[in-house]
């Protein structure tokens, strides 16, 4: 055996090695809470899924806990290419896709059931295509749950308690125009920014659902919560065009077919956190509303609904009504 023929198959290995290398890509996934939140378990299973079905050549790094920004910043960045996934509320996605403001509007929703129905439908799946026009790939619906308030001034028993609340809102036109038919002083303000601001009493309150409340530690900062469940909120897993259009027919399915398993993956914490959350944000302190009068608030958003008839069309509204 001459020298050269004993080095060759190295040589041949050490190639394949370097190509094998070469051809794995890690994408960067951005959320806005910790890693043990629901978003963390909608990331991580839907980056297991990518990893697994491309055999490797696609695999995730995280950023929980609003590292990279805002989740508006975030967006902004999957649409430039300078960051590859987000998995997001809706509650900023209107800012860049008018469309998929109509799942903001207050008391729209009437169940966990109902939502997901419409989410998984023709009417979400169309808010789904309607992101490439905006320079995002939604990949599938997640979720971020029902929404409930919580303040550090009062218990809120009825629309008549939030009155000249000051709450934190997302950066959402729907959501503020609704909560101003409430008597709440709606401040807008982006979410890594909020902790502090309730602890230092520059707004009295936020609304968020439970899993987000737990994942935040808001109990540390918070005395009371109302079980409200004025909006629905669902989340969406995007990609950007940047990575969608370099992948085959095939690593394209695999990201779809992921991005259903992370979905519901995260849709089941939700579930969790909703059964079990509740009790645990009691331990923690928190005095909890659970009987509302939900029609109180129902009653004070009607002219609302008025402006989301011109904005959205009543025929799109009631659609979404009329799912079963």
Known sequence: ?????????????????????????????????????????????????????TQGRYKCQHFPSSALGGEREMIESVQLGTLDLVNTSTGPLGNFVPEVKIVDIPFLFRDYDHARKVMDGPIGQDLLKNMQAKGLIGLAWAENGFRHMTNSKRPIRSAEDAKGLKMRTMENKVHMDGYKTFGILPTPMPFPELFTALQQGTVDGQENPIPVILASKFSQVQKHLSLTGHVYSPAVIILSPAVWNKLSA???????????????????????????????????????????????????????????????????????????
Do not use: W
Not at 3 to 11: I, T
Not at 36 to 50: P, W
Not at 254 to 273: I, P, S, T, W, Y
Not at 275 to 299: H, P, T
């Open 250 to 324: 095939a690593d394209k399915n695999v990201f779809l077919e992921a991005g259903k398993k992370g979905a519901a993956a995260q849709r089941k914490r939700v579930n969790d956190d909703e059964n079990n959350g509740i009790a645990q944000l009691e331990k923690d302190g928190m005095q909890v509303i659970r009987q509302v009068n939900g029609e109180s608030f129902r009653r004070a958003v009607t002219p609302a609904y008025q402006e989301y008839a011109k904005e959205f069309t009543a025929a799109k509204i009631a659609a979404i009504q009329a799912v079963r």
């Open 1 to 53: 055996m001459t020298l050269s023929s004993l080095f060759k198959p190295l040589a041949v290995a050490a190639l394949m090695t370097a190509m094998g290398a070469q051809a794995q890509t890690t994408l960067r996934i951005g959320y806005a809470v910790a890693t043990n939140s629901h978003y963390g378990v909608g990331s991580t299973v839907f980056c297991e899924e990518i990893e697994k079905g």
